[in-house]
């Protein structure tokens, strides 16, 4: 049985990763890519599925974990009657191939030590040729496409289709063993030294880390830790940031909401340009423009709301039936079919993030506007139809209250941005269809009875979207109608202090919502706090956030509060850079700054 969602740490290379248990066992890895077939899926299954163990034979007494400093290499320690030992896993920046090195130091006493290692390509089902590479050096696995070489001085042997290993590890003494990918087509791979491997590993982590520029007093151990997670989930070759590593992982234990997230979300697109630009990130804040740039590229009226790490558009979905689940909940589910709904709030998210990128002066291509102009050329023709909102909702669309927000944003940023820069464009037609949007939403978005924007026009249910209305700037902090979404939002929308996603009462017993908690919401109240000048309750709702991150400083989607355990896809960019954002934000307001970083430029 896999562990719990937050009893895993993440090991990665920028172009893919892998979760890692308290217990030793990678339980998930999808080579060469993020979005690649999984070669150990026990995560989703068993660890017949694949997983990748090495742990004490007998029962540890102790065990703790940490990350090395600010870099991605994780540390375990092991404690025993017979002595202690650290196991150290980490990939090291991509080379000319990808390698997962795991090093087993001894600390103290002498320590006796077991390897498993399950290979299952194919998301778990495809079991490998294995055999020993001809030149004497590893143990190669072969299926189709795809190979791996492992390469360790212990002496491995096979059991019931598993490659295992038992030794001891002294005082003083280290042993590594290293797995490496490689297509099958081709030579095996060069081997590395395990050694030298870990220095540049943490040379690369401890040079990018001492780039950031956040020096700020909200959790700059756990702002780091994010930044960090969300370089992670950077796909290096395109500078895609996938929403999450993984697949599957329930919104609800033992339930059926259950989405591939290992692809790039246009609705994440300003948060993390903020993310990245307010915490000195400017590199990885163009490259991701440029993703978005590239991915939208074509006639507006085929924008997705997702696409593939290289841009890919058909995310076709399908079900692993193989796979159990992650405990037992199913589907397993691979692909994501949402990408193909139309969701009229990308529109605005994209025009937000040039305009965004346009202000912080990152050097945008003379494109970028002639993107814009025929975005907004087609946007004004479809903001008026119902989509399927910024929750991906399947069935019939809705006149949603935040995706009609977004639209106004995108024309309110294009004029601003023709405004500021010169940019021709037909200023006038825009700005009567900014405003005509503006009473739309304010006429049909706004119930009157419960004094707050609703989830979509016509409704009597909230949504936790409609929360960013006073930080795109649709309306004023102040303004009656916000404060009064605010106090619904307290009233109807919370759980156990947390904010959720979705209004409980769209369920006949609220006692049993359809999911946890959404992080990421519970967040955005705090900036919408923030920028109400409640300073006090954004700071505690913020560490109530931060309470719930595991050791390690990683957070899913979602959290249980009554099974008080992380929920959703692990770990979520969404979250992380929401809480980077958020504690930029109570910086800023702590120290009486003119407007909070979060807030997007007007």
């Known amino acids: 049985m896999p562990s719990r969602i937050e009893d895993y740490g993440l090991i990665g290379d920028c172009e893919t990763a892998a979760l890692v248990g308290r217990d030793g066992s990678i339980d998930w890895l999808c080579w060469p890519a993020f979005d690649s077939d999984a070669c150990f899926a026990a995560l989703l299954g068993t660890s017949k599925n694949g997983r990748w163990l090495i742990a004490p034979?007998?029962?540890?007494?102790?065990?703790?974990?940490?990350?090395?400093?600010?870099?991605?290499?994780?540390?375990?320690?092991?404690?025993?009657?017979?002595?202690?030992?650290?196991?150290?896993?980490?990939?090291?920046?991509?080379?000319?191939?990808?390698?997962?090195?795991?090093?087993?130091?001894?600390?103290?006493?002498?320590?006796?030590?077991?390897?498993?290692?399950?290979?299952?390509?194919?998301?778990?089902?495809?079991?490998?040729?294995?055999?020993?590479?001809?030149?004497?050096?590893?143990?190669?696995?072969?299926?189709?496409?795809?190979?791996?070489?492992?390469?360790?001085?212990?002496?491995?042997?096979?059991?019931?289709?598993?490659?295992?290993?038992?030794?001891?590890?002294?005082?003083?003494?280290?042993?590594?063993?290293?797995?490496?990918?490689?297509?099958?087509?081709?030579?095996v791979p060069e081997p590395i030294d395990p050694e030298a491997a870990l220095k540049d590993t943490e040379d690369y982590w401890t040079e990018w880390s001492g780039r950031s520029t956040y020096d700020g007093g909200q959790r700059r151990d756990l702002v780091m830790r994010s930044l960090i997670t969300l370089k992670?989930?950077?796909?290096?070759?395109?500078?895609?940031?996938?929403?999450?590593?993984?697949?599957?992982?329930?919104?609800?234990?033992?339930?059926?909401?259950?989405?591939?997230?290992?692809?790039?979300?246009?609705?994440?697109?300003?948060?993390?340009?903020?993310?990245?630009?307010?915490?000195?990130?400017?590199?990885?804040?163009?490259?991701?423009?440029?993703?978005?740039?590239?991915?939208?590229?074509?006639?507006?009226?085929?924008?997705?709301?997702?696409?593939?790490?290289?841009?890919?558009?058909?995310?076709?979905?399908?079900?692993?039936?193989?796979?159990?689940?992650?405990?037992?909940?199913?589907?397993?589910?691979?692909?994501?079919?949402?990408?193909?709904?139309?969701?009229?709030?990308?529109?605005?998210?994209?025009?937000?993030?040039?305009?965004?990128?346009?202000?912080?002066?990152?050097?945008?291509?003379?494109?970028?506007?002639?993107?814009?102009?025929?975005v907004l050329g087609h946007l004004a023709e479809v903001w008026d139809k119902p989509d399927h909102g910024i929750w991906e909702r399947r069935g019939d669309g809705k006149h949603y209250v935040s995706s009609k927000v977004m639209t106004w944003v995108a024309f309110d940023r294009g004029i601003k941005s023709a405004e500021s820069f010169g940019f021709k464009a037909p200023l006038v037609k825009w700005r009567v269809l900014r405003d005509a949007i503006h009473r739309d939403i304010c006429d049909k978005g706004f119930d009157r009875e419960l004094n707050s924007f609703v989830e979509s026009y016509g409704s009597k249910l909230l949504d936790a979207s409609i929360l960013m209305l006073p930080a795109v700037g649709f309306l004023p902090p102040d303004d009656p109608r916000v404060r009064g979404t605010l106090a619904a939002v307290e009233q109807h929308m919370m759980r156990d202090g947390f904010v959720l996603r979705h209004d409980p009462r769209e369920v006949s017993d609220e006692t049993q919502p359809i999911e946890g908690a959404f992080l990421a919401c519970s967040l955005w109240l705090a900036d919408a706090y923030v920028l109400a000048g409640e300073i006090d309750k954004a700071q505690a709702l913020f560490d109530r956030v931060v309470a719930v991150a595991n050791d390690v400083g990683l957070l899913a989607e979602e959290y249980d509060t009554g099974a008080r355990r992380q929920t959703g896809n692990f770990p979520q960019a969404l979250t992380h850079i929401a809480l980077i954002n958020t504690a930029h934000n109570l910086d800023v307001a702590r120290t009486a700054a003119e407007k909070p970083a979060v807030q997007r430029s007007k």
């Open 232 to 374: 992670a989930l950077t796909f290096a070759p395109t500078g895609g940031i996938v929403a999450a590593p993984t697949t599957s992982l329930p919104e609800k234990l033992g339930g059926a909401r259950n989405w591939d997230y290992r692809f790039c979300w246009l609705r994440d697109a300003t948060f993390t340009l903020l993310a990245l630009m307010n915490s000195g990130y400017t590199e990885e804040a163009t490259a991701w423009y440029n993703w978005l740039l590239r991915a939208a590229a074509g006639a507006p009226a085929n924008m997705q709301i997702m696409y593939g790490i290289w841009g890919q558009r058909r995310l076709l979905e399908w079900e692993a039936g193989w796979l159990t689940g992650y405990e037992g909940a199913q589907p397993v589910r691979v692909g994501n079919a949402a990408h193909a709904q139309l969701q009229l709030d990308v529109y605005g998210e994209l025009i937000d993030a040039i305009h965004q990128a346009r202000m912080a002066e990152l050097k945008l291509g003379e494109e970028s506007w002639a993107l814009e102009y025929a």
């Open 57 to 187: 034979a007998d029962d540890a007494s102790k065990t703790s974990r940490r990350y090395r400093g600010d870099t991605l290499i994780l540390e375990t320690r092991f404690e025993t009657e017979s002595g202690a030992v650290a196991l150290i896993d980490f990939m090291p920046p991509r080379g000319k191939a990808s390698d997962i090195v795991r090093l087993v130091r001894g600390i103290s006493g002498r320590v006796k030590m077991r390897m498993e290692l399950v290979i299952r390509f194919g998301f778990g089902i495809d079991v490998p040729w294995v055999k020993k590479n001809v030149d004497g050096d590893g143990l190669l696995a072969i299926c189709g496409q795809d190979m791996t070489v492992l390469r360790t001085p212990v002496e491995t042997r096979g059991e019931d289709l598993t490659t295992v290993a038992d030794f001891e590890v002294g005082e003083g003494e280290t042993i590594p063993f290293v797995l490496t990918y490689g297509p099958s087509h081709v030579p």
